[in-house]
């Protein structure tokens, strides 16, 4: 609902705040009062055009902002929401004109496009004027409006359901067939690969083993050439090498040769002994190093042979040799989804077949009940209209099958209100068949009976009375307020059988102001609301015989 509405500096207003509330609100007033700047002004913030001839002149600049006041669970909360806006309370549409004619758009404060600006209008109010019809007009919204009012909810749900099951199952069909296209296109080499690298068989962690092993190796070489050095010197195969065990057992000789007694050389003879043992046993270790670090001669070339063969199969990839175990997993899967590709088709294709036919029931279902609904519709409007001078239009709500290839989430039908004002006439679209006043009036005819279903919480209708007196104004009087009973409803209107119906009533005047045009709006109490339903009667001098009529409509009277 809209609950306010600020102007400021837009053409020959200078700055108004209008409060709004449920129910019918009525704005009347002299022609070229600018009741048509107040629509203007609403429709800047709604994302209408902007034009630097708004800006009021002597002003740099023209703002508008639109305060809403929609249900917890309006569309316009959950656009918001998807944007990443906050939704408080109320919902503020903003826009800011410069003489230059650019402008701005904020919603609760936040810059936004204009796109959306016009998104969340649209979600917000419905304007309904003689030469801008917008809303009911369009095609794309009449399948939503007569399932609202068929109350055929469940069914489209259940059709939308049904549709995204069917658009799932093509998806993963057509996922198969293009794996299996490109397992064919890669056959030949995916067999050789895939018989390539399991020759070859590489091994998760392979490569750091093996460089690991190979350093082991290398470092190996050099360990054995230091100990069979040592080796060497402890027994030098050279007679012409010192020898150490052959010179300690010749000093140990030497010094049994002392006469008796050697009791002195003794600690000398049992060093030399102790260092004959010691070296006996260093002779011992080093042999049997010998023998344990010998390398085999083979196992350092077959390391590098490996690693050789593992880096080339991973250049040839352009992996990782650490990838080439994953590479041969996937070339696998490839192979095994060619080789068990026509069965997953198969299931696939079963898989959409299914869901098609699901979808076909369900969109059947709801395009049965559609052509009951539209029969209702048709029925209800049909007692609409004679009481609005329309006795001779015919409203058609045609459901007609859409190609496959348009057949959707809402399911497989066009929807399409269309209209004959005269008899043997073909039904039209609304907008090219009905004149300006005849289509303000079939807006307002289908508005009474679609109102219960409208996700749009206010209607506003431009002189929806224009042309027509009397009974017939008392007619649309009457169906504005039917309308406004579910939806806030504005109307500009020159009636009085209409301004009398309202809940609220908003003057519209025009007043010169300091040498200048000025446009006031004012909020009329019941003497006043008497008074201006009696100039409307009257014109400029008003009578007590106006006044007295004027009670007349608004004690629900008619004239």
């Known amino acids: 609902m809209l609950t306010s509405l600020a102007i400021r500096d837009i053409v020959l207003i200078e700055r108004l705040d209008l409060a709004f509330g449920p129910g019918l609100t009525v704005l009347t007033g002299e022609t070229g009062a600018g009741k048509s700047i107040l629509l203007d002004s609403l429709g800047l913030a709604l994302g209408a055009r902007a034009e630097s001839g708004l800006v009021r002149t002597g002003q740099a600049q023209a703002s508008v902002a639109a ?40 919603v609760n404060d936040q810059p936004v496009g204009l796109a959306l600006l016009r998104r969340l209008g649209a979600l917000l109010v419905e304007v309904q004027g003689q030469h801008d019809q917008v809303g009911l007009t369009d095609p794309a919204h009449h399948a939503g409006l007569l399932d609202a009012a068929g109350g055929l909810d469940p069914l489209r749900q259940a059709s939308a359901t049904a549709h995204r099951a069917w658009r799932e199952a093509e998806r993963v069909l057509a996922a198969a067939r293009e794996r299996i296209a490109a397992a064919q296109r890669d056959e030949d080499f995916l067999r050789h690969a895939v018989a390539e690298l399991e020759s070859l068989a590489p091994a998760e962690g392979e490569e750091d083993d093996l460089a690991a092993e190979r350093q082991q190796l ?12 040592a080796l060497a010197s402890l027994q030098p195969r050279d007679r012409r090498s010192a020898n150490p065990a052959a010179a300690l057992r ?33 002779e011992t270790a080093l042999e049997r190093l010998v023998q344990d670090a010998a390398p085999d001669p083979r196992r350092l070339e077959q390391v590098e042979e490996r690693l050789f063969a593992l ?28 080789d068990a590709g026509t069965g997953e088709v198969s299931v ?79 039904p039209g679209a609304l907008d090219k068949v009905a004149s300006g006043g005849e289509l303000s009036r079939l807006m307002l005819a289908l508005k009474v009976v679609l109102a219960r279903g409208s996700p749009v919480p206010t209607l506003v209708f431009d002189e929806v009375d224009s042309g027509v007196g009397g009974a017939t104004a008392a007619a649309v009087g009457e169906r504005l307020l039917r309308v406004a009973e579910r939806l806030q409803v504005l109307v500009v209107t020159h009636s009085p059988q209409v301004a009398a119906r309202g809940s609220r009533h908003l003057s519209v005047a025009k007043s010169v102001k300091a040498g200048r045009a000025e446009t006031r709006v004012t909020p009329l109490d019941a003497p006043q609301r008497r008074e201006e339903i009696a100039r409307m009667l009257a014109g400029e001098h008003v009578t007590e015989a106006a006044r007295m009529a004027a009670d007349s409509l608004l004690a629900g009277g008619l004239l």
């Open 67 to 106: 305060a809403f006041a929609p249900a917890d669970a309006h569309p316009a909360r959950t656009l918001l929401t998807e944007q990443g806006i906050e939704a408080d309370d109320e919902i503020v549409l903003r826009r800011i004109v410069t003489t230059d004619g650019r402008s701005r758009a904020f």
């Open 218 to 229: 290398q470092q190996g070489e050099r360990r054995g050439e230091a100990i069979a050095e």
């Open 250 to 282: 010749g000093a140990a000789r030497a010094l049994e040769r002392l006469p008796a007694p050697n009791t002195d050389a003794e600690p000398a003879l049992e060093a030399i002994g102790r260092a004959l043992d010691a070296l006996g046993e260093a």
């Open 311 to 338: 880096r080339a199969a991973a250049r040839k990839h352009l992996v990782a040799v650490v990838e080439l175990p994953a590479l041969l997993a996937s070339l696998r899967e490839r192979l095994a989804a060619l």
């Open 348 to 426: 696939a294709e079963a898989r959409v077949a299914a869901t098609r036919a699901t979808y076909l029931d369900a969109a059947g279902r709801l395009t049965a009940a559609r052509r009951d609904a539209a029969a209702k519709l048709e029925r209800s409007l049909a007692r609409e209209l004679p009481p609005l001078k329309l006795d001779r239009a015919r409203l058609v709500v045609e459901v007609a099958p859409r190609p496959e290839a348009a057949w959707g989430p809402e399911g497989m039908d066009r929807v399409t209100f269309l209209v004959a004002t005269n008899p043997g006439q073909a």
